[in-house]
């Protein structure tokens, strides 16, 4: 069974920094894209940034492209999504996804961006 595990959000101040983690079981990680998505109150869930199996290949929405980074220790069976240069738009919910498991989303993790 597909187990998402996301933490690290907090809150933070316009242009501060914050990195998330996505911990995963129940599938071979490693043989899997993933990707971070989220979703801010009154808004439908977004595509943030996605990583290929080995990492090398990323893509990122044109709001965070510049800011936020996404990487995977395959050995760790572990996702991250760094993100530098916080903005109050940046406030929602991110959750890790895989992509081949419809439906496979984690408990979320709150990330709020205020003074």
Do not use: H
């Not at 998505?37 to 996605?50: M, S």
């Not at 990487?71 to 081949?100: F, G, H, I």
């Amino acid at each position: 069974q597909v187990q998402l595990v996301e933490s690290g959000g907090a809150l933070v101040q316009p242009g501060g920094s914050l990195r998330l983690s996505c911990v995963a079981s129940g599938f071979t990680f490693s043989s899997y894209a993933m990707s971070w998505y989220r979703q801010a109150p009154g808004r439908e869930r977004e595509l943030v940034a996605r990583i290929s199996i080995t990492g090398v290949i990323t893509n990122y929405a044109d709001s965070v492209k510049g800011r936020f980074t996404i990487s995977r220790d395959n050995a760790k069976n572990t996702m991250y999504l760094q993100m530098n240069s916080l903005k109050p738009e940046d406030t929602a919910v991110y959750y890790c996804y895989v992509p081949a498991f419809v439906g496979s989303w984690g408990q979320g993790t709150q990330v709020t961006v205020s003074s």
